[in-house]
């Protein structure tokens, strides 16, 4: 069973849009959630991360809110750019990293 | 450049075939990761390495996969008797720390069995 859900498989946003990535956890013992950025052919890369102990984190135009009693977590970025076409990962820590299976988003022009 | 980097890229094997695969992490960080991506999924742990111990290798699907990190550097992945549904992306991470923090990944190396 899942404990890293993104129920969302693709996202298409206008540029200069707002995007909002949807991630819903199933273990409350997850200390620490982060979200990673992937273009084709490389790795993920880090994007932000979030302590459970915080409801929320900012780093530029990226923003994510942790709602612990809905487990449920939320990456937003705006305004959106045409370099944020990629597939997202949300992944929550316990005593390992587990990622859900990704969002691919599309910028539109 | 300093990042991680991986070998082969791409391997093509035949089924029954041995293949190992190589992860040299960033120079001083002193965890090392291994993942198994399938097609259209996430990431999913494999193993752990703190230095040279592996310190959590729940997560090998079976006796036929097998990682070291000798010196506490390099990483081999080995896969023996492949098989069918052993073809994936296999991604190396390392970080800095002890604590699973932030991981910074390979390229990974795209595993064919045929």
């Known amino acids: 069973d899942q404990q890293v859900k993104q129920n969302s498989p693709s996202l298409s946003v206008q540029e200069g849009r707002i995007s909002i990535l949807n991630c819903d956890y199933t273990?409350?013992?997850?200390?620490?959630f982060l979200w990673y950025k992937k273009y084709p052919a490389e790795g993920p890369t880090f994007l932000i991360s979030?302590?459970?102990?915080?409801d929320k984190n900012e780093d530029g135009r990226f923003t994510v809110f942790l709602n612990k009693s809905a487990k449920h977590l939320s990456l937003h970025i705006v305004p959106s750019q045409p370099g944020d076409s990629a597939v997202y990962f949300c992944?929550?820590?316990?005593?390992?990293?587990?990622f859900g299976k990704g969002t691919r988003l599309h910028i539109l022009p | 450049g300093a990042g991680v980097s991986q070998s082969p890229r791409y391997k093509v094997a035949k089924r029954g075939q041995d293949v190992a695969l190589r992860c040299d992490p960033i120079?001083?960080?002193?965890?090392l990761f291994w993942y198994q991506q399938a097609l259209g999924q996430g990431p999913e742990f494999l193993t752990y390495?703190?230095?040279?111990?592996?310190?959590?290798k729940s997560g090998l699907p079976s006796d036929r996969f097998f990682a070291e990190r000798p010196e506490g550097s390099v990483s081999t992945l080995k896969i023996q008797r492949t098989q069918q549904e052993d073809s994936a992306v296999y991604l190396c991470?390392?970080?800095?720390?002890?604590?699973?923090?932030?991981?910074?990944f390979g390229p990974g190396t795209r595993l064919t069995v045929t």
């Open positions: 390495f703190q230095n040279e111990a592996q310190l959590d």
């Open positions: 120079s001083g960080h002193v965890s």
């Open positions: 979030i302590s459970s102990i915080k």
């Open positions: 991470a390392s970080s800095l720390g002890a604590a699973l923090g932030e991981q910074y």
């Open positions: 273990n409350s013992m997850f200390d620490y």
């Open positions: 992944a929550a820590k316990d005593d390992k990293i587990i």
